[in-house]
């Protein structure tokens, strides 16, 4: 029995089905799937559940209302996790955060 489970993470450009990466070992399928906005994520996170995933976890750089809207598009049928950053680590984040709002589009 494959267990598979998904990483949703916000990628600008990307494509959610042609830029993703599934590693298939030991039983596990994990899937990294990019969006280019959150916005995409609750349709995506629905799209997986048809192929199977049984768990989801977003990118700490979701907001947490895009982070809700995934998890009322998948109305309690899989967990959704969503990655926070130990307090050690939030200036690191917060800088990278500002990095990345920079990024010309």
Do not use: K, N
Not at 90 to 100: C, D, I, N, P, S
């Amino acid at each position: 029995m494959t267990v598979s489970w998904a990483y949703i993470y916000e990628h600008p450009g990307s494509d959610p089905v042609a830029d993703r990466v599934v590693l298939d070992r030991a039983g596990q399928r994990t899937y990294l799937v990019p969006v280019p906005d959150p916005v995409m994520a609750p349709a995506v996170a629905v799209d997986l559940l048809a192929e199977g995933v049984a768990l989801i976890e977003l990118c700490g750089g979701f907001a947490l209302a895009a982070a809700a809207r995934v998890a009322e598009a998948v109305g309690g049928r899989v967990p959704v996790g969503h990655v926070t950053f130990a307090a050690d680590s939030v200036r690191g984040a917060t800088r990278y955060g500002e990095l990345f709002e920079a990024q010309p589009d």
